[in-house]
């Protein structure tokens, strides 16, 4: 079973360059959900979607957008990206009240 | 807004020994509280939920407790194994918004060394 799909896997994108992250799951699950991991901070939310075709903002969504293209992916896109979103990016669904199903996360370094 | 700690930030310990991680959060009115497993270079693992209505679970040498009065909760490993080496994560889950958003405490790195 693949579960959650993210890729890249790494990216290094300069100061100003775009770029967009991939998640897929393959579960059914209706929400889906974009974390950024940063060192001594725990996981922060950035966006989630509750079903497809709905999204709304978490805790730090500046700088950040997303799609729900249906109900398998969800893409976030950095459209003019800074030093400050260097991170480990973590992709994640869930259904109802069971635990959520994380990717193995894209690291990507801005320069 | 929720704030969920644990302590300590990273903990070693020799093989076969029971040891106890902690996570405390701030605002008791949560839906349910989740223990994840993280290794190097991986996403999380759930490990344990546990609903807000529950006093603990359990899986194998894994046992959870909450308790929602005081804002606490613990994973309690027995006889600890060189493969629990990991950062262990606690997140809680909120009864009020959109999706009910997790909250992550900063989690501990455990080394159990054999």
């Known amino acids: 079973n693949a579960g959650v799909t993210q890729t890249p896997k790494f990216q290094v994108l300069k100061t100003g360059q775009s770029m967009t992250l991939q998640c897929a799951q393959d579960m059914n699950h209706n929400s889906m959900y974009w974390y950024r991991q940063d060192p001594g901070m725990g996981l922060r939310l950035i966006y989630y979607s509750a079903s497809e075709g709905t999204t709304d903002k978490g805790e730090v969504p500046n700088g950040y957008n997303v799609s729900r293209l249906n109900k398998r992916e969800f893409s976030l896109r950095l459209e003019s990206a800074a030093p400050s979103q260097t991170s480990v990016y973590f992709c994640?669904?869930?259904?109802?009240?069971?635990?959520?199903?994380f990717g193995d996360g894209t690291r990507l370094s801005i320069l | 807004k929720q704030e969920v700690t644990q302590i300590p930030a990273a903990l070693s310990v020799p093989e076969g020994e029971n040891l106890v991680l902690n996570c405390s959060f701030t605002?008791?009115?949560?839906?349910?509280l989740q223990w994840f497993r993280q290794d190097p270079g991986k996403g999380l693992t759930s490990l344990l939920l546990?609903?807000?209505?529950?006093r603990e679970q359990t899986s194998g040498r894994l046992n959870a407790s909450l308790d929602k009065s005081s804002g606490r909760s613990t994973l309690y490993i027995a006889a600890s194994q060189p493969g629990d080496s990991a950062t262990y994560l606690c997140a809680v889950r909120q009864r009020s918004g959109s999706a009910r958003q997790l909250t992550f405490g900063s989690g501990t790195q455990l080394t159990v060394l054999p």
């Open positions: 546990i609903q807000s209505s529950q």
């Open positions: 605002d008791s009115a949560i839906y349910n």
């Open positions: 994640a669904s869930r259904e109802s009240s069971q635990p959520q199903h």
